[in-house]
């Protein structure tokens, strides 16, 4: 199993930009799958992006232009710029890999945008 440890989240004002980040315990040069996802209160987890060894990347289309996802394979890091912020973006965010069949996931950070 790949550990994940997610940091970046914080407190910003609707409008505002944060940079996640995921730090992975292997490489992840062949880790065929990794993402973010996010759980706001009282609501279920949803899939946020998702970027492939191959170097594709997809979102929702609810999300698309605001959220970049990346993947820095020298610093083993996963990061997902965030821009535009809505109180809406609330939540915790969450990174997840799938690596060898195994789906591992971070413990989570929490994003709250408010004024």
């Known amino acids: 199993q790949v550990r994940l440890v997610e940091s970046g989240g914080g407190l910003v004002q609707p409008g505002g930009s944060l940079r996640l980040s995921c730090a992975a315990s292997?490489?992840?040069?062949?880790?065929?799958?990794m993402g973010w996802y996010r759980q706001a209160p009282e609501k279920p987890r949803e899939w946020v992006a998702l970027?492939?060894?191959?170097?594709?990347?997809n979102y929702p289309e609810s999300l698309k232009g605001r959220f970049t996802i990346s993947r820095d394979n020298a610093r083993n890091t996963l990061y997902l710029e965030m821009n535009s912020l809505k109180p809406e973006d609330t939540g915790v965010y969450y990174c997840?890999?799938?690596?060898?069949?195994?789906?591992?996931w971070g413990q989570g950070t929490q994003v709250t945008v408010s004024s």
């Open positions: 970027t492939t060894k191959g170097g594709n990347r």
């Open positions: 292997i490489s992840i040069f062949n880790i065929s799958s």
């Open positions: 997840h890999s799938i690596h060898m069949g195994v789906s591992s």
